[in-house]
């Protein structure tokens, strides 16, 4: 295993913001967000709390599927900007202490790439095995596929040849051949040319897909997928040492570990947790914190340079696959009950503070949730602020509308007509003229004053990002009771209270010396004294939430 000091691990505790450029800000009038409008509002996202920007992609597209569909790994949209403009990007970025990562998409290609334009002329064509053909007609693949609405088969025939290509996703997304070196080499020069230009790693898309082995040709025993995950990060870290992967790695615990590189942890250094999030969802709907705290127990254990990745919402459907019918149904019922709030039979295309009817206690109990478990907290664009989604925008595509910075015209996200915006605002209870950043800046009670100082007191308590979840028994099915502990002595107790009621909670945390406290991190630092048996009892509002740092005798005090 290549050897890694910690202090080139800051991922491990750092706040990770994802943002659309083209949904951002429009710095020039044109209806579109660009690079320069991401620019003009580092420093906003410097005064939030954000140490890393994620980019959603921004290279050139066949615009199909929001930027997933590339033409070219090496190259920026025209409509966003240039390469000069992301150099300027990054270099103002790193001049307000935040790391730019960017969306690494090789799962597949667009269908116009100039490779699979090549690859589809013949069968002898030297770029025909960058991707995944059979002469074969294929089985029946229409339960496998992941856009159920749009296609009805992982295999597409193509005339020109008479043979089929793989896509696991859109058919004008052909899979490419990852077990093919040519292929590995393209993408080691495309890791290369970005890292090269400042980037601090990537975030991987679609990750088991990008391994999947179901028609890939060759024989399975010679190309070993996690060896090459491997190989992968071994490039990235030659390149730049604190380099960071951070996988969609949507699959069962017991088959993440993998991804991570097994207990050498020589894989992705994060992965996002979607088991943990599906079954916050399930607590969420049933007041119920039990079927979370039975994730959180599954949880694997991590080396010291992996991490768990903690959300409550991202760019696509909230999927909910990991949850039995039931389950999801419940989850349905409780926040997306229309069938038009739903997508693919798997998911919502719904933002949280809508779910919740803009409940600010059950908004702000969630994200403090997502910030208090151990690993490192991601944000959507807006979610600072309680943006929600708009139905009227088909599919996924919903929860992606332009950012609302006021309440100005367009939410003053761009100066042009309505018409030219990428994709239309919400209006409503959630529109920009009740929810904007300029509003919300100014109201030292609102909903972005609550993150803000959530993130500063993440940022405050670093161990967190280092720590393991233990959960603490206590009798009220409603709360989540668990505490951080770092190996230090560190330790940080949870409350999370899934239910409209109030209650007493009884906790007891083990042997402590006398005169162990607890502190309150979030409630003006109040103490509370633990018996000898590390023994207390704590108040907790329905919805209620508490961060609770374990202080000893002769720990010094909490400035």
């Known amino acids: 295993m ?15 913001y ?20 991401m620019t003009e509002r580092i420093e906003y996202l410097a005064d939030l709390g954000i140490t890393c920007l994620w980019l959603m992609p921004f290279y050139p597209t066949a615009r199909k599927d929001d930027g997933y569909d590339i033409t070219d790994f ?42 699979f334009k090549s690859a589809r002329r013949s069968t002898d064509d030297p770029y025909r095995d960058y991707y995944v053909w059979t002469a074969t007609e294929p089985p029946d693949t229409s339960e496998d596929v992941v856009f159920p609405d749009q296609e009805d088969s992982l295999w597409e025939l193509d005339p020109k040849t008479g043979q089929w290509y793989l896509h696991h996703f859109y058919k004008h997304q052909p899979d490419l051949n990852i077990a093919n070196p040519q292929v590995q080499e393209e993408i080691s020069r495309t890791l290369g040319f970005w890292l090269q230009l ?11 897909f990008l391994f999947a082995r179901d028609g890939a040709p060759g024989d399975p025993g010679v190309f070993d997928p996690f060896q090459y995950l491997g190989d ?20 069962p615990y017991k088959d993440q570990k993998a991804f991570f590189g097994g207990s050498d942890g020589d894989g992705l250094n994060m992965q996002f947790d979607f088991i943990g999030m599906q079954s916050m969802y399930l607590s969420l709907a049933r007041g119920d914190a039990r079927p979370l705290a039975k994730a959180l127990r599954s949880r694997p254990s991590l080396d010291v340079t992996s991490q768990w990745a903690n959300f409550a919402r991202n760019h696509d459907e ?18 997306g009950p229309d069938p038009d709030m739903q997508l693919y039979d798997r998911g919502l295309r719904r933002r949280l503070p809508s779910m919740l009817g803009a409940d600010q206690r059950r908004m702000r109990m969630v994200y403090s949730l997502a910030f208090s478990l151990p690993g490192t907290p991601v944000l959507f664009y807006g979610e600072e602020i309680g943006m929600a989604e708009n139905l009227d925008v088909p599919g996924r595509f919903a929860v992606r509308t332009p950012m609302q910075w006021t309440s100005g015209t367009n939410g003053g ?6 018409r030219r915006l990428p994709r239309p605002l919400p209006e409503g209870l959630f529109g920009p003229d009740r929810v904007n950043v300029a509003d919300q800046r100014r109201d030292h009670r609102s909903f972005w004053w609550f993150v803000r100082d959530l993130i500063y007191t993440y940022r405050q308590q670093p161990e967190i990002g280092w720590s393991t979840v233990e959960i603490l028994k206590q009798p009220h099915t409603a709360v989540l009771a668990h505490v951080c502990r770092e190996s230090s002595g560190w330790a940080m107790v949870g409350l999370h209270n899934f239910g409209a009621d109030g209650c007493l909670v009884p906790l007891t945390l083990g042997d402590l010396p006398e005169g162990s406290r607890l502190v309150d991190l979030l409630d003006g630092r109040a103490e509370f004294p633990v018996d000898a048996r590390g023994g207390i009892e704590l108040s907790l509002e329905g919805y209620g939430y508490r961060w609770l740092r374990l202080l000893r005798p002769d720990d010094p005090p909490i400035i």
Not at 5 to 16: A, H, I, R, Y
Not at 18 to 37: L, S
Not at 318 to 327: H, M, N, V
Request: charged share 25%; aromatic share 10%; proline share 2%.
């Open 413 to 418: 996200f761009s100066t042009a007509p309505k």
């Open 318 to 335: 909230l999927t909910l696959d990991k949850l039995s019918d039931s389950e999801r149904q419940e989850v349905f019922d409780a926040f």
């Open 74 to 115: 090496f190259g920026v949209d025209e409509r966003l900007g240039n390469l000069g403009d992301f150099v300027e990007l990054i270099r103002t970025a790193g001049s307000h202490g935040i790391r730019v990562i960017v969306d690494f998409v090789m799962n597949h290609t667009s269908d116009a790439h100039p490779w």
């Open 18 to 37: 994802c943002a659309d450029i083209e949904t951002f800000y429009d710095w020039n009038g044109d209806g579109c967000g660009d690079i320069r409008g």
């Open 198 to 208: 400042g980037v601090a790693g990537f975030r991987v898309d679609a990750v088991p």
């Open 232 to 251: 992968v990060r071994n490039f990235v870290t030659r390149r730049v040492g604190d380099a960071v992967l951070l996988g969609e790695v949507n699959v």
């Open 2 to 16: 290549r050897t890694i000091e910690t202090g080139d691990l800051w991922w491990k505790n750092s706040v990770v």
